[in-house]
């Protein structure tokens, strides 16, 4: 399988859970690959069996603003059917944002294959074992 990981992140906190979903995708023997937003193209959404994206709680939850975002309104044309996850970490509010992320996926057409994976602030021992958790269920989908 096939599983490219496109995120953002700020200060390191989604960028720590990223690094340890593409390991444990590697770990089992399948290809994970970790691309910064920034450096992703569609293409990087279309060839891959899942694709996983991952970003922090911005604004007032919403996805940040200068690359996320923009990369999101061009991929969301390109998720029907498409096996997705998602992740990332929130401090401020409630975690909010991930679930208004979902329905944005769900709506785009997207076969999500698990709850988004949330982190407050750096992930913990939890929050890790939950990416992996990901991880698992991507490879397997
Ligand atoms: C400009 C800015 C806006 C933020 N907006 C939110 C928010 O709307 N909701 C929230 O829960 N956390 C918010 N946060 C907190 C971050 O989501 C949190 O610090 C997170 O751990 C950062 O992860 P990262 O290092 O992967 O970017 C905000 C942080 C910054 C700097």
Same mark, same amino acid.
């Given at each position: 399988?096939?599983?490219?990981?496109?995120?953002?992140?700020?200060?390191?906190?989604?960028?720590?859970?990223?690094?340890?979903?593409?390991?444990?995708?590697?770990?089992?023997?399948?290809?994970?690959?970790?691309?910064?937003?920034?450096?992703?193209?569609?293409?990087?959404?279309?060839?891959?069996?899942?694709? +996983?994206?991952?970003? #922090?709680?911005?604004?007032?939850?919403? +996805?940040?603003?200068?690359?996320?975002?923009?990369?999101?309104?061009?991929?969301?044309?390109?998720?029907?059917?498409?096996?997705?996850?998602?992740?990332? #970490?929130?401090?401020?509010?409630?975690?909010?944002?991930?679930?208004?992320?979902?329905?944005?996926?769900?709506?785009?057409?997207?076969? +999500?294959?698990?709850?988004?994976?949330?982190?407050?602030?750096?992930?913990?021992?939890?929050?890790?074992?939950?990416?992996?958790? +990901?991880?698992?269920?991507?490879?397997?989908?």
């Amino acid at each position: 399988m096939k599983v490219n990981v496109i995120f953002w992140s700020g200060t390191g906190n989604t960028e720590a859970m990223a690094n340890e979903i593409v390991n444990e995708i590697n770990l089992t023997g399948h290809e994970g690959n970790l691309i910064f937003v920034g450096d992703a193209t569609l293409a990087d959404v279309d060839e891959c069996d899942v694709v +996983l994206f991952g970003c #922090s709680a911005m604004g007032e939850d919403e +996805l940040e603003e200068e690359f996320m975002r923009p990369f999101m309104d061009k991929a969301n044309t390109h998720l029907s059917g498409k096996k997705v996850g998602l992740f990332g #970490s929130y401090e401020w509010y409630e975690g909010g944002w991930m679930d208004i992320w979902e329905e944005e996926i769900k709506a785009a057409g997207a076969d +999500l294959i698990a709850p988004g994976v949330k982190a407050y602030d750096f992930p913990d021992d939890k929050a890790m074992k939950s990416c992996r958790d +990901l991880a698992s269920t991507a490879v397997s989908n």
